[in-house]
């Protein structure tokens, strides 16, 4: 195990934030495990209690793959980005981040505190120039031929004007060309209705702003969807504001939870259900696992200046896995370096006067 100094010319490393996640640092260890099993070639900067995690990576047999920064203090759930941004140096997720903002990783993974993670990496990276505001980028289950559409922003900013939308779908194109090798995207803006004179006045404008950079940019724009859409494979990028793509993710969170719940409840209720729940259980299985969460679970942060990836957390070591999978996939993408140069121009040359 590395104790000290740079993991140098090794790529990709990828730096975790092991004490943020809601199942413990164990549950960060053993999903860094999955993940190194299936990329060999990385390398892991571990932050939080040296003493517990030099325990948990040695009884993985990954000391070979691992550098521990000691970093005892904790951002719990409740606390305010503005404390943390004073008081938090001392953080396991401030020294995460720190590690990318230096040259030591490629890629921070944190399962921590969303506001907090957000708030230190626009402090610590940066936004890239031209970027007004920086989005989150999840995977939406979908019926898609990957199995999932992009949705973004889903909560970095509540607020979004015409001009923020643009640049969240140029975002979006350059992650879904760059990072999913989708050679021509097709973008849709989340509205209430897919009516030309439906929707608040920045949406109208977006949506005008949106076509001209398709034309330059050769991408399908398919217009306004509707929350109905959003899984379907009619688009492969979803553009919204962070207060309605928060909303719709949990929403659909909550409805799959209750649906899950729903099943296993009316399964057991009597002697003929169970038998047809062992008849149906391969089905069921190929199911969930197409709809399972944790294997898209990662948040991509577009606009700054290196690569974020927030895991859910709840996330447990398949879905902490995916998490620094994608990492490591957007690493190797180069979705950092070809973003910011993307952005910046087409800001300065799609916008309606």
């Not at 390398?43 to 209690?49: A, E, L, P, T, V």
């Not at 040296?50 to 691992?66: H, V, Y």
């Not at 008081?87 to 506001?115: D, F, L, P, Y």
């Not at 398709?214 to 979803?238: A, H, R």
Request: aromatic content about 4%; glycine content about 10%; some cysteine.
């Amino acid at each position: 195990m590395v104790t000290g100094g740079k993991l140098e010319n090794i790529k990709p490393i990828i730096s975790v934030d092991a004490m943020g996640g809601d199942l413990g640092p164990s549950e960060v260890v053993l999903g860094i495990a999955k993940s190194a099993s299936m990329n060999p070639e990385a390398k892991f900067i571990i932050h939080g209690d040296s003493s517990a995690l030099s325990k948990l990576i040695e009884r993985k047999s990954i000391q070979d793959k691992c550098r521990i920064v000691d970093a005892k203090d904790i951002v719990s759930m409740d606390q305010k980005p503005s404390y943390i941004i004073r008081h938090g140096k001392n953080t396991s997720m401030w020294s995460a981040i720190q590690s990318v903002r230096v040259g030591e990783a490629n890629v921070c993974v944190s399962c921590g505190n969303t506001g907090a993670l957000m708030a230190l990496s626009m402090l610590r990276l940066r936004k890239s120039p031209g970027v007004n505001r920086p989005a989150i980028a999840c995977l939406w289950p979908s019926r898609n031929e990957l199995g999932f559409n992009i949705v973004l922003d889903v909560g970095a900013d509540i607020k979004a004007d015409e001009q923020d939308l643009l640049q969240f779908a140029l975002m979006g194109l350059n992650y879904a060309r760059r990072g999913l090798k989708i050679s021509r995207p097709r973008i849709g803006l989340l509205n209430v209705g897919t009516e030309e004179h439906k929707g608040r006045a920045e949406l109208k404008l977006a949506h005008d702003l949106i076509l001209i950079a398709s034309k330059k940019e050769n991408f399908e724009f398919v217009g306004f969807i509707e929350g109905g859409d959003i899984p379907s494979n009619l688009i492969d990028i979803v553009v919204t504001d962070g207060f309605t793509g928060n909303i719709a993710i949990k929403t659909a969170e909550g409805t799959s939870r209750l649906i899950s719940e729903k099943l296993k409840f009316a399964f057991k209720s009597n002697l003929f259900s169970r038998i047809g729940a062992l008849l149906s259980a391969p089905g069921l299985l190929k199911m969930r696992k197409q709809i399972d969460p944790s294997r898209v679970n990662g948040g991509v942060f577009l606009g700054l200046n290196g690569i974020v990836v927030k895991s859910h957390g709840s996330a447990d070591k398949t879905g902490i896995a995916s998490a620094l999978n994608l990492g490591i996939t957007l690493n190797n993408a180069d979705l950092y370096d070809r973003s910011s140069n993307e952005i910046t121009m087409e800001k300065e040359e799609v916008k309606i006067k």
